[in-house]
């Protein structure tokens, strides 16, 4: 039963901070059709400037407790970038597919180098300061009280998120934006600015799944590509653009990870891929995505 709550809760927790990502990147290319590669340093960045943030305010006298709302708020605190690579991206809105990869792949590049010179190339950790908020009992189990706050926090985003797009007159709008551009822009929407809206979300969505995973896991240069084919499968089982596909997709790579690290470390690609394959022979769009007709 331990080895069970275990593997559930670890691959949770991991689904909870990869649907993050996945959510930023399937919302980008849902309206602005564009695979924003870039998605994965914005999780790198939010991770570092996580850690410096929480030094910080602990160096000011803030309580080892209150670093939650800081690693919170230092991640929001980074969408001030996403208008300015939004503007970077305009520029191959209506490009072939091939030079939005590569031109948001360099930024990956970018990314990496920014990352080396500021805070270097050893990783950076926040200790188990993730403890301060104790461990939860669950019968005979005990799971740490944060991972738990994560998940909790993520699926508040989720519900947020699909309350905005469905309910809202803004995501009715977001929606017809991503339908059709050229019929929204001559009804008198200001597509350019719900471009720089909605990608500066899907910013804040990678920064703050970054700063959310440093106190169980070192923030180092390899973030992005770690987390890259990770995103990028939650994409393929989930369905590009479709925003329940990126829930589901994160729960089977978060479970199907967490249980290969119990048993058999060495399987953890290899087991996403499997599924990744399984899902394009059964259903190439996707468990939720919309066949391309």
């Known amino acids: 039963m331990t080895a069970f709550f275990d593997i559930l809760i670890g691959g949770v927790f991991h689904a909870a901070?990869?649907?993050?990502?996945?959510?930023?990147?399937?919302?980008?290319?849902?309206v602005q059709k564009i695979v924003n590669l870039a998605c994965v340093s914005f999780y790198a960045l939010g991770a570092y400037f996580g850690i410096t943030a929480v030094k910080w305010a602990l160096a000011a006298g803030m309580s080892p407790g209150a670093f939650l709302p800081v690693l919170i708020?230092?991640?929001?605190?980074?969408?001030?970038i996403g208008p300015f690579i939004e503007a970077l991206l305009r520029t191959i809105y209506h490009r072939d597919e091939a030079f939005q990869l590569l031109l948001t792949f360099a930024l990956v590049?970018?990314?990496?180098d920014?990352?080396?010179f500021f805070w270097g190339a050893n990783p950076q950790e926040l200790g188990n300061l993730s403890?301060?908020?104790?461990?939860?009992?669950i019968g005979a189990v005990q799971v740490p009280t944060y991972n738990v706050l994560v998940i909790l926090a993520s699926i508040l985003i989720a519900l947020g998120l699909g309350a905005v797009l469905q309910k809202t007159r803004y995501g009715r709008i977001l929606r017809a934006t991503a339908e059709n551009r050229e019929m929204s822009q001559a009804l008198g929407v200001n597509?350019?600015?719900?471009?720089s809206i909605v990608f500066t979300v899907g910013t804040v969505l990678g920064t703050v799944g970054g700063a959310l995973v440093v106190p169980t896991a070192a923030a180092s240069l390899d973030m992005p590509v770690e987390l890259v084919v990770e995103a990028f499968a939650v994409v393929v089982i989930g369905g590009l653009g479709s925003m329940r596909g990126a829930l589901v997709g994160a729960l089977i790579v978060g479970l199907m990870r967490a249980l290969a690290i119990r048993y058999y470390a060495e399987l953890e690609i290899l087991a996403i891929y499997v599924v990744v394959i399984a899902?394009?022979?059964?259903?190439p769009a996707g468990l939720h995505g919309k066949p391309i007709e």
């Open 279 to 283: 899902v394009l022979i059964a259903r």
């Open 17 to 30: 901070v990869l649907f993050l990502v996945a959510a930023g990147l399937q919302l980008v290319f849902g």
């Open 131 to 137: 403890m301060a908020y104790g461990k939860l009992a």
């Open 73 to 80: 708020l230092s991640g929001i605190a980074l969408g001030v």
């Open 191 to 195: 597509v350019r600015w719900m471009y």
């Open 114 to 116: 920014v990352l080396r």
């Open 109 to 112: 590049l970018m990314f990496q």
